[in-house]
Structure formats: structure tokens, C-alpha cells
């Protein structure tokens, strides 16, 4: 392309070749343990939580997590103002922040892979519709509108899932839609071409991988969202109800006394935040491990 | 020498890459008078890209350019510094580009990207400048000239953008201009008219001219002198006349006999090649380059003769061919030079 | 060109259209307006009187034409909480939502963009490094608790900001920040991107070996190019901020329009949270649009044929 084209340049020197490698997958292995790791423990929560993470023990409300003077190994994260176990919450809250975000990527995934491959594949009036529809959705302000929507239905579980799956779904509809496209323009090639069995081994090697590793990045993508927009719901109240230990909640719950007791907010952020990196950091390996060292 | 507008002397470029250093460019050196055309001929790959751009000190970050003499009407530009050279650049020595489609920024009009040039190296503006890009925009045959210098490039044909290019290299009067395969990517046509029009500017301007070209016809059409390169290496250069009467490197005959001369060559009769690759040039370069490529039977049929030779430099094997002073032949080892079965003359002639 | 805007202008009605209509049946639909007005200590009476009398009674296509054609001449109805017309009161708070917003884009791209062009000049160095970590970590980073970090950390350990309220440019500067921070990651990346390609262009080699400036070259002919996409996303997240608005504002307490979202959503002040979502909406396909335009106009390809 430029004058430099007879000898590709895109090696650095060898040690800063490998490093890059390294680092890139670096970030998502660390990224993948975290995940792993997260839902090991929500899984194996009742095994793990030392204590009840709903009693209330009004005797020790307010105990500073281990590393304090005050606190103590029988309360390694402290209590809340109720007297719980921090520990068994942030442990029991990962349940919570893990349904929401797979249970609400599952729903927006399955509405928008369904417009997407219908807009893709009869293309014409249905993929107008289809790219009406999703230009609507990204015009209408989601926080305001789940905000609206549970406050008037109620706030629970089920609602925020419900609610999320069925405001999440539009990158899910504009990548499924072009994937199909994709997949349809090989029925025209196949028509020109005399050998025909090659449609379907183009089909398996080169389009099916990038659907399925668009997929799985936009999947992560949702999951992370639907999280972070769980925990900014129930911050505000609207979202997952009290006494369940969603960290938003844990958060808000904290903040009125989050000047003296500050590791009730700063324990369930951390959670937070450090679930949400883990799963971009994976989701950003898998795209760059699949995308470009698939051109074989 | 106040004749000499550019003057260079074992030039190298090495690269680096992940698997050893490349050699691109091995001890060339080569000479540009005033109103002469050079013509760099050699095959993709051989280095005639990267040596233009080590002229102009335009490689990449990681290439490596070694040079005894790089001096541009005299003044040597080997050690200046990037803010030196920026300021030489455009200015006493300019360069054309392959690809003229994309040559151009989309973003400005014509008359901005050449006005740009006049208000850096001259510091003319304003109506003065728009002046003197009317007139070389007529010089270089685009009329109506005031119309195009407000269109965008992508308003233009790619001959129009590369007649665009060209003026705006002529803008502040250099002594160089390298042409980088200007017309490749041009309709035949096209081609015709560009080169027609380099001719006739080079006599206008008196510019030295570094043309770089994988086209023998071009060559023949527009050379003054030439240089044919082969894996980094100036194997052969003299006149025109010199080269295409009396090819002497295996490299340039092989090339010469690729060209079917129509009537001369019978119906049936497979097309002359050079057989083999060229070879890689990663790593120690003490193999032979030539390995593999000669023709001897295809060259016994060639009508030029073999030269007469006189060694120049005996450790880097440089020849001058009988009675042409300054048309000189490299060999890149002692196997070539055996297998080439030239008459090598003593001083004593 | 005009042709064009034309075409787009349409296609923003029709979308403003559909979104209008769609929070309207939804905040029907999901609970009984008469209900809501008249609160929540009324006798099944009063409820049947008012619906009576305000016409919720009526088919929910007519309910809801009534309403656009009055929404169309500004007026969208009154407060349930409030007893004011929802219109005056979302144009008294909408002025700080949209200078906090103002504000918060203009951190962003001013943080973002010089980062960005900065990584691209030197892939791979320490501030390609940095400008990648910062991005990935701001993604991650959950705005309500980013916000209360702030505030324990600058407000109350090191007394540098106040707290809440807006009286000053000082109440301005975390709200801005924290709304402004999610924004930059996309912006940074989009820049660093896009910078990396235009460099490798024949017309910035063109320019180079014109001898013109570095700084010429990078500002002038690269940004240039590079920037077009940068100014479609940033007004994109711009509108994005509208919805940041509302837990920034909360936290802050910041008297706009996000605010008044949370106030009269608690409340169940429907016509408020109709009208909230209309003219949030409204921004967004406005600002969409212009971003559209703006991409066209500035690349002379699409504004020229």
C-alpha cells in the first residue's frame, strides 16, 4: 500500500513481540480466574458464607472488618448497620449480580438474535422494520426508562431481569443481522460458483467463527452492563428490594455512614468493579485471540 | 562538481524484524546531474522503494541507513536532523508517489494542500500563492486551473491527481524530484501523456530526475541514464544506450531478453523469463544472489554480445565495461562472476 | 446534501414518533393514572371521579393522541406532585442538566482526545500502556460509587470540593468528572484508532515528504481525518449523559433535570416521567441527528456528491 510495502513491518523487535503476546493474554487469563472464581463462590455460597447473610444481630451492628483494631476474625468484612455479616453478603451478592447479568443477557440475547436474523435473512420491509425498531430503542433513555418501569411494577429479581433482557437487546439485533447478511451474500457466490460443496466449508471455517466470536464478545459486553445497571438500580432504590444482598444496595445501605464506616461501600465497590474488569478483560481476550489469528 | 545535484555513496538500509536483520539496501551508490534523468529499474522487492525514501530520510522508524556521501547540490545532507531535512523536503528535493488516488488528503481542496507548501518553505500566502499554483497547475496541462484548485481530490481522475502531485512538487523550484513509479497504477494512455509531461518539465525546470520504474518501454522512453537494482544491489549502470546495446550483468541481459520484440519472435515460442526467485535477503548475505536464476541457453540465443571488462574494485567486484566509461557492472560473489564468462581485461589491457 | 438531511430529518420524527407513543403506553399500561393522581389514601370514589373526569377512561390510542397534540404545543400536562405544568418544570431544572452535561463531554474529549492522539504517535510505549489501562479501567468503574469515592476522598478527608448543591463552579467540578469519565474510555480508544490508521496513509507520507511540520502534519492533515467518527461518538455519549444525569444528579443534588427523574418517579408523578422521557428522547434523536449531519459535512466525499 505505501512505499514501505515490499517488507511488512508490523514485527517489533523479537522481546517486544512476545511481551505484547503475553500481555494480551495476560489480561484475559487474570480476567477469566476472576470470573471463574466469582462463580465458584456464588455457587458454592452456602458453603462458603461463614454466617447467615440475612440475620440480623443488633448487638454487633457496625463491627469493622479484620484489619481494623476493632474488628475480628468472626466478622472478617465487618457488619452492617443491621448487624449482617459482611462477608456472607458480598458472598451471597454475587449470586445476585450473576443471575441479573446472565439472566438478562440470555433474554436480549435471545430478543435480538431473533430480529437480527429475521431482518438479515428476508431483508427487504422486515429489515426495515428491524433497524426502525432498534434506531427506537437506542433513542429512548434506558436508565429512565427501567427506573420508570419498576418503580411502577415493583422492584424485585425477576423485574430487573425482565426489564433489562427487554431493553439490552440491540447490539445483540445489529451484529446477528450483519452476520446473516454475511451468510446470505454466500448463497449468491455459491450460485456463481460451478463447485458447490465449498459454501458450506466457507460457511463452517470462516463466517461461523465470527459470528460465534461477535457473539460471545457482545454477550460479555451485555452481561458487564446489565450488572453495572443493576447495582446503579438498586443504588437508587429501584431495583433489587432489601434484605437481598445486591452490592448496589449494599452500597446505598452504607452511605449514609460511609464517612466512619467506610468499607461498607468501599467493599461492595470493589466487588463491583472488579467483577465488571474481569469480565471486559475476558471479553477483550476472546476478540483478540479469535478475530485476527483466524485469517488461516 | 557544481553540475551534480544529487550525489550518493554506499547507501545501506538494514531492517530489523523478528526474524534477523534484513538487508534491503547494500551499499548502492548512484549520481544525478542537473536535467538528467536516472531511471532505478528493478523488479518488486529489489530495494529501488527504500532507497528513494533513504534519500529523503523518510523511512520507517525501525530501518537502519547507513551512508559514506548523501549530498543534495553539494551540501551534504547525510547527518542533518529531522527538522533539516523537513525543511529540504519539498523544498529542494521533492518526491512523487505511486498511488495518486491516495496520494491526496480528501479533507482539503487542491489549492490548500499545494498553497500549504509555498507558505512553509517560501512563506508566501494569500493571493500570491494561489497565483503561482494557477500558473503551475497550467504548466503541468490542467485547465481550467482555477476551477480545479477548489475541488477536492476526490473530485479528480487518478491522472489528474498524479498531474496534481507533480505540480505541487514543482511549486518551489527543487533540484530533485524522485519519482516513485508514478505512472504504474495509470491507464496506458495516461502514462504517456505523464511522461511526456516529465520530459518536458525536466527541460523547463532543469530539475535532476530520479525516476524509479519496473518498465523497460518506460525506461527506454524517458532514461537518461539508468541503474538496474537486483536484491538491494546496483548490478548495472550507464547510459541508456549502454544498458539496452550492450547489457553486460547476467541480471540486465535476463531482463532485456524478456522483451518480446514483436517480429522477432516466432508464434509458439514461450516468453523469455528469468527462471528462480528472488532470494531472501534476511539474515548473512554471503550466499549468492544469483543462485538459480541463470539461462545460459536462452542467453547463448541473445544477440548482444558479451562485453569486455575492467576491474574497479576488485573486493566488492566492480567492473567497467571496455570503452564505456562510467558504465559500471557488479557481481555479488565470485561464483557470478565466474559463471558469467565475461573477459576480464588487466590494467594492462 | 440537503437531500439527505431531508432524509434524516424524517426518519427522526418517525423515531420520536414511535418513542412518544411507546413510554406512554407503557406508563399506562403498566399502572392506573387515576390511581396515581389521586394518591394513595383515596376512596375508590374519588378514583372513579377522576377518571371520569380527566378521561382515562377513554381508549389508550385516543388518551394518547390527545396528548401529543397537546405535547405539541408545549404543553405536557401537570404535575402530580408538583401541581405544576410539567413543562415549566422540566425547563427550569433541564438548564444545569445540560451545562453539567456540557461540561462533562468537554472533560472527556479533552482528556481523551490529546491521550489518544498521543498513544497512536508512539504504539506500544508507556503511554499507549497507560492510555489502554485507563480505558479498560474506567469501563469497569460503577459511576454511583466512583461518585462517593470522590466525595470522602475530596470533600470530607481533603476539604477540597464541596459536597451538594449548586451554587458555585466548584459543586460542578465531581459531578463533571464523574459523569464525564464513562464517556472517555470509548473517546480515547475511537481517537487512538483511528489516528493509527490515518497515519499509515499515503497522504500523510505525501505530507511528510513535503517537508511540512510535525506538528502540521499530526494536527493538521491526521486529526483532520481521524476525528470525523470521534465527533459522531462524543455526541452520542453526550446524549448518553442525559441517563447519567439521573444518578450523578441524585448524588450530588444537583437541581436538574436527572434529579427531577428520580423525584418524580419515587413519587409516581406520571405526566412529569412522561414528559422527562419524551424530551430525553427527543435529545438523543436531535443530537443523533445532528451528529449525522456533522459526520457528512465533514468529510467533503459525502458533503460534495
Known amino acids: 500500500m505505501s512505499a514501505n510495502s515490499e517488507i511488512k513491518l508490523d514485527d517489533g523487535p523479537k522481546l517486544g513481540l512476545l511481551a505484547k503476546k503475553v500481555k494480551g493474554h495476560q489480561g484475559m487469563i487474570i480476567g477469566s480466574l476472576i470470573v471463574f472464581s466469582v462463580i465458584a463462590v456464588a455457587l458454592l455460597a452456602p458453603l462458603l458464607a461463614p454466617h447467615d447473610p440475612y440475620q440480623q444481630d443488633l448487638m454487633k451492628r457496625l463491627v469493622p472488618p479484620v484489619w481494623d483494631d476493632r474488628g475480628s476474625w468472626e466478622h472478617i468484612f465487618g457488619t452492617d448497620h443491621l448487624g449482617r455479616d459482611y462477608l456472607s453478603r458480598l458472598i451471597y451478592g454475587a449470586r445476585i449480580s450473576l443471575l441479573i447479568g446472565i439472566g438478562a443477557a440470555l433474554i436480549s440475547g435471545l430478543i435480538g438474535t431473533i430480529m437480527g436474523v429475521l431482518a438479515g435473512y428476508f431483508g427487504g420491509r422486515v429489515d426495515m422494520v428491524v433497524t426502525f425498531m432498534i434506531t427506537v430503542r437506542l433513542s429512548m433513555p434506558v436508565v429512565l426508562v427501567a427506573l420508570a418501569v419498576v418503580a411502577i411494577v415493583g422492584g424485585s429479581l425477576q423485574v430487573v431481569i425482565t426489564v433489562l433482557g427487554l431493553l439490552l437487546w440491540d447490539r445483540f439485533a445489529v451484529v446477528m443481522r450483519s452476520s446473516t447478511l454475511q451468510i446470505r451474500s454466500m448463497d449468491y457466490v455459491a450460485a456463481a460458483q460451478a463447485v458447490g460443496c465449498s459454501v458450506s466449508r466457507v460457511l463452517m471455517t470462516e463466517v461461523m467463527p465470527n459470528v460465534v466470536n461477535n457473539l460471545i464478545v457482545i454477550t460479555t459486553i451485555e452481561i458487564a452492563h446489565a450488572i453495572i445497571l443493576e447495582a446503579a438500580l438498586s443504588f437508587l432504590g429501584l431495583g433489587v428490594q432489601p434484605p437481598l444482598p445486591s452490592w448496589g444496595l449494599m452500597v446505598s445501605e452504607g452511605k449514609d455512614m460511609m464517612l466512619f464506616e467506610s468499607w461498607l461501600i468501599t467493599i461492595p465497590g470493589v466487588a463491583l468493579f472488579l467483577l465488571v474488569l474481569a469480565i471486559n478483560l475476558m471479553g477483550d481476550g476472546v476478540r483478540d485471540i479469535t478475530a485476527p489469528e483466524n485469517r488461516n | ?349 | 446534501m440537503l437531500f439527505y438531511t431531508i432524509k434524516r430529518f424524517g426518519l427522526a420524527s418517525l423515531v420520536a414518533l414511535t418513542v412518544s407513543f411507546i413510554s406512554f403506553g407503557l406508563l399506562y399500561l403498566s399502572s392506573d393514572p387515576a390511581i396515581a393522581m389521586a394518591g394513595e389514601t383515596a376512596s375508590d370514589a374519588d378514583i372513579e371521579a377522576i377518571r371520569k373526569l380527566y378521561g382515562f377512561d377513554r381508549p389508550i390510542l385516543v388518551q394518547y393522541l390527545d396528548w401529543l397534540m397537546r405535547a405539541m404545543s408545549g404543553d405536557l400536562g401537570k404535575s402530580y406532585y408538583f401541581r405544576t405544568d410539567v413543562s415549566a418544570l422540566i425547563g427550569e431544572r433541564l438548564p444545569t442538566t445540560m451545562m453539567l452535561g456540557v461540561s462533562a463531554i468537554s472533560f472527556a474529549i479533552i482528556f481523551s482526545v490529546p491521550l489518544g492522539v498521543a498513544a497512536a504517535i508512539r504504539p506500544n510505549s508507556i503511554i499507549d500502556r497507560v492510555a489502554l489501562f485507563l480505558s479498560v479501567m474506567g469501563q469497569a468503574l460503577p459511576s454511583f460509587w466512583f461518585a462517593l469515592m470522590l466525595i470522602v476522598l475530596l470533600s470530607v478527608n481533603l476539604r477540597l470540593l464541596p459536597t451538594s448543591g449548586s451554587d458555585s463552579w466548584l459543586h460542578f467540578v465531581m459531578p463533571t468528572v464523574v459523569l464525564g469519565y464513562y464517556a472517555a474510555p470509548a473517546i480515547m480508544r475511537l481517537t487512538r484508532t483511528g489516528m493509527l490508521e490515518v497515519l499509515s496513509t499515503d497522504y500523510i507520507r505525501t505530507a511528510r515528504a513535503k517537508g511540512l511540520q510535525p506538528a502540521i502534519v499530526l494536527f493538521k492533515h491526521a486529526l483532520r481525518n481521524a476525528i470525523i467518527p470521534v465527533v459522531s461518538l462524543a455526541a452520542v455519549q453526550f446524549g448518553f449523559m442525559l441517563g447519567g444525569s439521573i444518578v450523578v444528579e441524585t448524588i450530588f443534588a444537583l437541581h436538574g433535570a436527572g434529579f427531577l427523574a428520580w423525584e418524580s418517579i419515587t413519587r409516581n408523578d406520571l405526566p412529569t416521567v412522561q414528559g422527562l422521557i419524551l424530551v430525553f428522547s427527543l435529545f438523543y434523536i436531535v443530537l443523533t441527528f445532528l451528529a449525522d449531519l456533522l459526520n457528512a459535512w465533514l468529510d467533503p466525499r459525502i458533503r460534495i456528491n
Open chain 2, 1 to 349: 562538481m557544481s553540475n551534480c545535484v544529487l550525489d550518493v555513496k554506499n547507501l545501506s538500509v538494514k531492517i530489523p524484524l523478528a526474524g534477523g536483520v534484513l538487508h534491503a539496501v547494500d551499499n548502492i551508490s548512484l549520481s544525478v546531474a542537473k536535467g538528467e534523468t536516472l531511471c532505478i529499474v528493478g523488479e518488486s522487492g529489489c530495494g529501488k522503494s527504500l532507497t528513494s525514501l533513504a534519500i529523503m530520510d523518510l523511512l520507517p522508524k525501525k530501518a537502519i541507513r547507513k551512508v559514506d556521501t548523501l549530498k543534495l547540490g553539494g551540501t551534504s545532507i547525510a547527518n542533518f536532523s529531522e527538522k533539516d531535512m523537513s525543511s529540504i523536503r519539498g523544498n529542494k528535493m521533492g518526491m512523487i508517489f505511486q498511488e495518486p488516488m491516495t496520494s491526496l488528503n480528501p479533507a482539503f481542496t487542491v489549492e490548500n494542500q499545494m498553497v500549504e507548501t509555498l507558505a512553509r518553505h517560501q512563506s508566501v500566502t494569500g493571493s500570491k500563492a494561489r497565483e503561482l499554483a494557477v500558473n503551475m497547475l497550467e504548466k503541468v496541462g490542467i485547465t481550467p486551473a482555477e476551477q480545479r484548485l477548489k475541488q477536492y481530490p476526490h473530485q479528480l481522475s487518478g491522472g489528474l491527481r498524479q498531474r496534481v502531485m507533480i505540480a505541487m512538487t514543482l511549486l518551489c523550484e527543487p533540484e530533485l524530484i524522485i519519482a516513485d513509479e508514478p505512472t504504474t497504477a495509470l491507464d496506458v494512455t495516461i502514462q504517456a501523456q505523464i511522461l511526456d509531461l516529465l520530459r518536458q518539465l525536466q527541460n523547463d525546470f532543469d530539475v535532476g530526475l530520479i525516476f524509479i520504474t519496473h518498465d523497460l518501454g518506460v525506461v527506454a522512453n524517458i532514461a537518461d541514464r539508468v541503474a538496474v537494482m537486483y536484491a538491494g544491489q546496483i548490478v548495472e549502470e550507464g547510459t541508456v544506450f549502454e544498458i539496452f546495446d550492450k547489457p553486460t550483468h547476467p541480471y540486465t541481459r535476463g531482463l532485456l531478453r524478456c522483451i518480446p520484440v514483436p517480429g522477432k519472435i516466432k508464434r509458439g515460442e514461450p516468453l523469455g523469463s528469468i527462471p528462480g526467485m528472488v532470494p531472501s535477503l534476511i539474515g548473512t548475505m554471503d550466499a549468492c544472489r544469483f543462485e538459480g536464476r541463470w539461462d545460459d541457453a536462452s542467453d547463448r540465443k541473445f544477440k548482444q554480445k558479451k562485453q569486455k571488462i575492467r576491474p574497479l574494485c576488485l573486493k566488492d567486484r566492480i567492473f567497467e565495461v571496455e570503452g564505456d566509461a562510467g558504465h559500471i557492472v557488479r557481481f555479488c560473489c565470485d561464483e557470478c562472476l565466474k559463471k558469467s564468462n565475461l573477459n576480464i581485461m588487466t590494467a594492462n589491457g
